[in-house]
């Protein structure tokens, strides 16, 4: 039976990544910040496969807490918490300590997590984190806007192909994802996508990685795409 790791899971892509892993009858642990809603989060999937966590993704020593906990292996690791950045973040007009904040969460962040469950997944025959990039983040673009949110995914690319080459020994896969523009808190209800169908496509990429995909850079559609 698949055990996947979820960050973030109390709302947005994240809820709707754990309950798609629940009704592929994987064991879900899903982590939120607050005892509150992680109780709320639990109470909501209502399935005896959901396993809460509580923790920040930044503060490494509760995440290192969580992870003491789990005595299992853990199949699939998504790294989903995110945020979008400070109001002001043009590079003419910058938050500084905003732009600073959005790389710890979005660009750090995945990287602690997964250096701290790599245990875990060394402990799973098929071990594969899963990272929640952007299109945001491509380099094509010579759009300016939310610069602080673009170099941070552009950032968090670069470091989950490091990751996949010093991990492909250790039979581990490592990616990032687009999920396009999703209708949630952060993407609006404009927005193109419904959570439930990215949830869906993200997980069957997951389902299916290997090797050989390690270090590419998939939509949620389980197509590559340009970094
Ligand atoms: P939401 O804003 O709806 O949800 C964000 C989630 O991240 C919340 O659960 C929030 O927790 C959590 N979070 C934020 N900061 C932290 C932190 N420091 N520690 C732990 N959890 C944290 O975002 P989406 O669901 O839309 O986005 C999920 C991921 O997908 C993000 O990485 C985002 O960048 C990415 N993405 C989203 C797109 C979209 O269009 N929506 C487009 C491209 C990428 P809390 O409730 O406590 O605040």
Redesign the pocket.
């Known amino acids: 039976m698949t055990r996947v790791l979820i ?2 899971t ?5 809820l709707e990544l754990a309950r798609d892993a629940l009704s592929r009858g994987w064991t879900v642990y899903g ?4 005892p509150e ?1 992680a109780a709320k989060t639990q109470e909501l999937l209502d399935n005896n496969r959901y396993r809460p966590l509580v923790f ?3 503060d490494h020593k509760a995440v290192e807490a969580a992870a003491a906990g789990i005595e299992a292996p853990i199949d699939i690791l998504i790294n ?4 979008i950045g400070p109001d002001r973040q043009k590079t003419l007009d910058m938050d500084f300590g905003g732009f600073a904040q959005t790389l710890e ?2 660009t750090l ?1 995945p990287l602690a997590v997964s250096q701290i469950f790599l245990p875990h997944l060394k402990k799973s025959p098929r071990g594969r984190i899963v990272t ?5 983040s491509w380099m094509g673009y010579q759009k300016s806007d939310r610069i602080a949110y673009r170099a941070s995914k552009a950032a968090v690319n670069k470091v989950m192909q490091g990751l996949a080459t010093d991990l492909k020994n250790e039979g581990i896969v490592a990616i990032p994802v ?5 209708r ?4 609006g209800a404009e ?1 193109d996508n419904h959570p439930q169908d990215v949830a869906r496509g993200i997980l069957a990429l997951a389902d299916r990685l290997t090797l050989e995909d390690s270090g590419k850079f998939f939509n949620w559609a389980g197509e590559e795409r340009a970094y």
Do not use: H, K, L
Not at 10 to 14: A, K, L, M, S, T
Not at 184 to 187: I, K, S, V
């Open positions: 960050t973030a109390n709302r947005g892509i994240g982590s939120a910040r607050t809603n920040d993704v930044t989903n918490a995110g945020i969460i979005n962040a929640m990039s952007s299109q945001m687009d999920p396009g523009w999703v949630t808190d952060m993407g927005a």
